[in-house]
């Protein structure tokens, strides 16, 4: 080794690069986790009620995503469309190849949360006068939304930590910019003792939150 | 078929597959075997061994994989000189860390699902704690974890791409530096982009390993379960 370890020094002497880059990391996160979601949410409900090609098609999006690697997926859009000429920046390319990603796993959550949901509550519902949508908006969704919550949580983390594969694309994300820091100085050990800190903190405080949700938004049946 | 594409799946399929099928075949070897030991010792009721058993499960369940990847291949080495490895290795060891943390957890699960008559007749019979788990309790929960073992088996098969990060030789770095090379211009390359068509091959190669076994998994879990 050529430098004592010191990571208060290689924090406190890069500190706003890491911040920054740490907030990107959130940035690109939060964008991705609210594109899932709607997209779980949208083709889970197509998925669990049987629309016609709606339905097909996101079981081939499903299949196609679950069945190649995610950086595979992050090169096809990162140098495979320009050929097509289809170029998007390093950021659009890191939020929307992990939404992309946990949208087809977070379908499958909501698929399987809504056909949890027993079909007497539907008819209630039919029975009350609603349509068959405002039956889903009213009744489908907010239990089956529960039902769904932890495992879909489960993929955000993913989400989460597959930011870290922006590396490759060189978006100035924790990862790229922690090893980045290290290539300079030296500081190896340090850059990856922040990245295992931070990453670790982020996937624990999400996971926690899976079993504070859990008992808070039970099914009051389920209790 | 244009000239450029039979040597360019030549390269892929016979320097690329090799290293992702090696990657592949450490790793879930690994992290079986690791896995089945920790996940066994985990149903002890020994408080710090449990803990510590816990303890490496929740980091490495939680590290992203490619830091783990950075950590075996840019962080061992600086600890000793002795922990200096190739790419393939690195991404090997990496794999063993996450899948064993997988195998664990869910092998805990599957040992306490064992009725407890089980455990009871096996001591009943003069087996020892080793004896008791080997032959009558492991052979038992190792049906129940078959279906998230070949799961494993696909998530295994797919981050070992991660290999490609640090420049290990697997399906897509091949896939990547012929995409480089018929880039460049010529003599060397053609001066053509093909990057398109190149991933899409190797995602296509993916596929064809990953379906059949993702399809064999939820398979298995209708019948075993």
């Given at each position: 080794m050529l430098l004592a370890y010191d990571l208060g020094a290689f924090v406190s002497d890069n500190r706003a690069e890491l911040l920054d880059a740490f907030l990107n990391t959130l940035k690109v996160s939060g964008f991705a986790i609210a594109g899932a979601l709607v997209i779980g949410a949208v083709l889970g409900a197509a998925r669990a009620h049987r629309i016609p090609v709606v339905s097909q098609l996101?079981?081939?999006?499903?299949?196609?995503?679950?069945?190649?690697?995610?950086l595979v997926q992050i090169f096809m859009i990162f140098y495979g469309l320009p050929q097509l000429g289809i170029v998007f920046d390093q950021f659009t390319v890191a939020w929307l190849s992990v939404m992309v990603w946990g949208g087809a796993f977070n379908s499958e959550n909501f698929r399987a949360g809504f056909q949890a949901v027993s079909y007497r509550y539907r008819e209630?519902?039919?029975?009350?006068?609603?349509?068959?949508?405002?039956?889903?908006?009213?009744?489908t969704l907010p239990i089956g939304g529960r039902i769904a919550l932890p495992s879909s949580i489960n993929t955000y983390i993913s989400v989460v930590k597959n930011t870290s594969l922006m590396y490759v694309i060189g978006y100035a994300e924790?990862?790229?910019?922690?090893?980045?820091?290290?290539?300079?100085?030296?500081?190896?050990?340090?850059?990856?003792?922040?990245?295992?800190?931070?990453?670790?903190v982020l996937v624990w405080t999400l996971s926690a939150s899976i079993r504070l949700l859990e008992s808070r938004l039970a099914l009051p049946e389920s209790q | 078929m244009p000239d450029w594409v039979e040597p360019v799946a030549r390269y892929v399929i016979q320097e690329g597959l090799p290293g992702t099928?090696?990657?592949?075949?450490?790793?879930?070897?690994?992290?079986?075997?690791?896995?089945?030991?920790?996940?066994?010792?985990?149903?002890?009721?020994?408080?710090?061994?449990?803990?510590?058993?816990?303890?490496?499960i929740e980091i490495f369940r939680g590290l992203p994989i490619l830091v783990t990847v950075f950590i075996v291949f840019f962080g061992l080495p600086s600890v000793s000189r002795s922990l200096e490895f190739d790419a393939l290795t690195a991404?090997?060891?990496?794999?063993?860390?996450?899948?064993?943390?997988q195998v664990a957890e869910a092998t805990r699960g599957a040992v306490q699902s064992i009725p407890r008559e089980q455990h009871e007749a096996a001591s009943a019979l003069g087996f020892g704690w080793v004896g008791r788990h080997g032959f009558v309790?492991?052979?038992?929960?190792?049906?129940?974890?078959?279906?998230?073992?070949?799961?494993?088996?696909?998530?295994?098969?797919?981050?070992?791409?991660?290999?490609?990060?640090?420049?290990?030789l697997e399906l897509l770095e091949a896939g990547k530096r012929q995409n480089e090379r018929l880039a460049a211009f010529p003599p060397i390359g053609?001066?053509?982009?093909?990057?398109?068509?190149?991933?899409?091959?190797?995602?296509?190669?993916?596929?064809?390993?990953?379906?059949?076994?993702?399809?064999?998994?939820v398979y298995l879990e209708r019948r075993l379960v």
């Open positions: 996101t079981a081939v999006y499903v299949e196609v995503i679950r069945n190649t690697p995610i209630a519902g039919y029975a009350l006068g609603f349509s068959s949508f405002s039956t889903f908006l009213n009744v924790l990862t790229t910019t922690s090893l980045n820091i290290s290539n300079l100085t030296l500081q190896t050990t340090e850059a990856l003792t922040v990245l295992a800190i931070v990453y670790l | 099928l090696r990657v592949s075949a450490i790793a879930v070897v690994g992290s079986g075997l690791l896995g089945l030991v920790l996940g066994t010792l985990l149903t002890i009721k020994f408080l710090p061994l449990q803990g510590l058993i816990r303890f490496y991404a090997s060891i990496a794999l063993v860390l996450w899948g064993s943390a309790i492991l052979p038992q929960a190792l049906r129940r974890l078959l279906p998230p073992f070949v799961s494993l088996l696909v998530n295994i098969i797919q981050n070992s791409t991660l290999a490609q990060v640090i420049g290990g053609l001066g053509e982009i093909h990057a398109f068509e190149i991933f899409a091959g190797v995602a296509v190669l993916f596929f064809l390993i990953s379906f059949p076994l993702t399809r064999l998994a």
